[in-house]
Each structure stands twice: as structure tokens, then as C-alpha cells.
């Protein structure tokens, strides 16, 4: 009996994390050649309206300033190289999903903001996602400590209105941090039950 591995880690020595690579560079390819805020690619209530569908991707894509895009491009670097092989494809599937997450908060939970930018929700649910996949595979307390330390965080952005560690031109919107935490939770308890399921399977193929 073969079982296939769940983290992605594949024979042959290192394989760089691709996803990560292409993201990484896809965002500070639209910084550098399209500017801060580019007005073609932000989420913009009244464009999406329109029918500017794109947006509502490449919303996460681009940034307020130079600052904005310096914090969250290191930070999907950093997470992204730690994590991808890791996760193997729920790393895209944590992408995805806190995507399409924080679009649906983003249009019915704050109707009344116009625009947006940004990765920092979607690094959120990367970090969430990893952190259970890390918690279960090692039961280290290190990894409570980075769990609870970025849920309180978020937690205390939420209550002041503003992010923590950065200063924008544009307003931070702390609830896209925690609905990007939460959609890695998530992610990371779909994992889990899809494992228990397959338990079963892989006995009586024994």
C-alpha cells in the first residue's frame, strides 16, 4: 500500500516554493510598474459595480504606498517559503479561499467602504493555516505563542480601528485581518476532517 504525502514534499532534494515565487513577484512587478494604488487594479466598490470584476482580485495584489507593499511582499516571501511545501496544495487552497472571503466581507460586511488594498488579509490566513499544520505535526508551545499572539493582534486592531505595525496612506481595515485568520482556521479544519476520512480508507486497503 502507497499513501501520497500531504505536505507537498516530493523526491529529489529542494523544490522552490513556486506559488510563493510567482506571487512575490507578480506583487512587486505591479508596484514597480504600476505605482501605489494603481487606479485599474484596486478594489473599487463603484468599478466592481460596473462589471470590473478583475478587481476583486487584483484588489490583494496592489498597494497604498511604498511602505505598504515593502511590509506585506517580505512578509508573503517569508510565510510563502516557510509554509508552501509544508502545506503542498492547501497552500492554494488558503489562497483561494481568503480571497474569495474577503471579497464576500469586504462587498455585504462593509458596504460602506469604497476601496481597498492589500495582501495582509490573505497572509493572515497563510499564517493561520500554517500554524495548525505546524501545531499538529510538532505540539510545540512556540506555536501557541505565534497563534495567540497574532490572534490578540488582530484582536486589538479590531478595537483601535487601525493596524499595529504599519501606517498607510490609505485607512487600514483591521476586519480583513481577522476574516483572513479565520479563513485559515478553516482551511486548516477542512484539512484535519479530510484526513480523518481517508483513515478509514487506508486501513481496509491494507
Known sequence: MRTLPTSGARHGGLVPPWRTLLLTCLALGLHLLAGPAP?????????????????????HLVHADGSHALWDIVALLLLGTLLERRL???????????????????????????????????????????????????REPLVVL???????????ELLFGQAL?????????????????????????AQRSLRTVSKPWIVLSR
Open 88 to 138: 503542498g496544495p492547501w497552500f492554494t487552497v488558503s489562497l483561494a479561499a481568503s480571497v474569495v472571503s474577503i471579497d464576500v466581507w469586504l462587498w455585504w460586511g462593509m458596504p460602506a467602504l469604497e476601496r481597498y488594498c492589500g495582501l495582509s488579509g490573505i497572509l493572515n490566513s497563510l499564517l493561520a493555516t500554517g500554524l495548525y499544520e505546524l501545531w499538529q505535526e510538532r
Open 165 to 189: 505595525l504599519t501606517n498607510t496612506v490609505w485607512p487600514s481595515v483591521p476586519a480583513v485581518h481577522g476574516v483572513g485568520f479565520v479563513t485559515g482556521l478553516a482551511v486548516a479544519a
Open 39 to 59: 487606479e485599474a487594479w484596486v478594489y473599487d466598490r463603484a468599478s466592481i459595480r460596473a462589471g470590473e470584476l478583475w478587481r476583486l482580485l487584483t484588489g
Open 146 to 156: 505565534i497563534g495567540v499572539g497574532a490572534a490578540t493582534k488582530i484582536a486589538v
